[in-house]
């Protein structure tokens, strides 16, 4: 069950916050159990003549989106679809959406992520779970594994990215998007580049 929340507390200001909760056990609230899975997200936007500043923190417990049955995870195709935050790992954002005329505008993020990841090992040439931390929704709780799962436990990976994205729209309904990023993790820059053509009738 889950429910979210937007109130616009003065003008030009707008606070809101979403909260998922899945497999809960009142008795063990406060514990690090594994099975009382939650995800949250609390932010706010500031309005300004021309552009909107926005902060948000997000954070996902372990073992969230996972299930016993793998194909019945929170995924598609392998992939979340809640967003990019992995169970095990919270972030911290700061974005800016820039209106330049056109319908699209221009949206800058910065995020600052940190994830606790299981514990892995190659055997066999094979990647194997020594450890799971609930980071993984692809990877549910197996029979040996703790009860426990601390938020950030296993792994600490730590990342920061900045993207971004823009649109225009060439004929009515018909526009072009694009994404530019680049992420910072473990001393490794990753760049990345997004094109979608979209139709969408307003």
Request: charged share 15%.
């Amino acid at each position: 069950m889950g429910f979210d929340v937007s109130i616009r507390p003065m003008k030009q200001l707008i606070v809101k916050g979403a909260y998922l909760l899945d497999d809960l056990i009142f008795s063990k609230i406060g514990s690090d159990y594994w099975s009382n899975k939650s995800a949250f997200s609390v932010g706010a936007m500031y309005a300004l003549s021309a552009m909107n500043i926005s902060l948000e923190y997000a954070r996902v417990q372990p073992y969230t989106y996972s299930h016993f049955n793998v194909q019945n995870s929170m995924t598609n195709d392998g992939a979340l679809i809640t967003g990019s935050l992995r169970p095990n790992s919270d972030e911290l954002s700061l974005g800016a959406s820039i209106f330049h005329g056109h319908r699209y505008p221009i949206r800058i993020l910065i995020a600052y992520q940190r994830h606790g990841a299981n514990e892995l090992a190659t055997i066999n040439g094979k990647d194997t779970i020594l450890v799971n931390h609930g980071g993984n929704p692809l990877q549910a709780k197996r029979p040996n594994d703790s009860e426990l799962a601390p938020f950030l436990g296993g792994v600490l990976e730590e990342s920061l990215r900045a993207q971004i994205t823009g649109g225009f729209e060439l004929i009515r309904g018909f526009n072009v998007q694009g994404l530019y990023g680049l992420r910072s993790q473990a001393g490794t820059l990753t760049h990345y580049v997004q094109a979608s053509l979209r139709f969408e009738d307003f």
